[in-house]
């Protein structure tokens, strides 16, 4: 099985921009369509943003026209790259990749990386 390893989060004041990565190993992910979710305590996992192995990128209505998701292939990693963060914005994030047709919420995504903290502060 894949296994996906984030980092690249950290305190950020409100405003600021922050690049999240996350390294697949062990199984390639180019065919596979790869997201970003996040979850605060009390609070069930929220869907940030997906791409599709073709490059078609969707993103939460929450996150729109802040964050945008990319892949890099030949490296076998996705990024997050987020802007103009909130305080609403403060979570772990996590990586996730799906090899079903249309993935279309968390359950479908079988293989999760351990998240990384992101804190923004006001």
């Known amino acids: 099985q894949v296994q996906l390893v984030e980092s690249g989060g950290g305190l950020v004041q409100a405003g600021d921009s922050l690049t999240l990565s996350c390294a697949a190993s062990?199984?390639?992910?180019?065919?596979?369509?790869l997201a970003w979710f996040r979850q605060t305590p009390g609070k069930e996992r929220e869907f940030v943003a997906r791409?599709?192995?073709?490059?078609?990128?969707y993103s939460g209505d929450s996150v729109k026209e802040r964050f945008t998701i990319s892949r890099d292939n030949a490296k076998n990693t996705v990024y997050l790259q987020m802007n103009s963060l909130k305080p609403e914005d403060t979570a772990v994030y996590y990586c996730?990749?799906?090899?079903?047709?249309?993935?279309?919420?968390?359950?479908?995504?079988?293989?999760w990386g351990q998240g990384t903290q992101v804190t923004v502060s006001s």
């Open positions: 062990g199984r390639t992910v180019g065919s596979a369509v």
């Open positions: 791409i599709r192995r073709n490059g078609d990128e």
């Open positions: 996730a990749a799906s090899w079903l047709r249309g993935p279309v919420r968390a359950s479908d995504f079988g293989s």
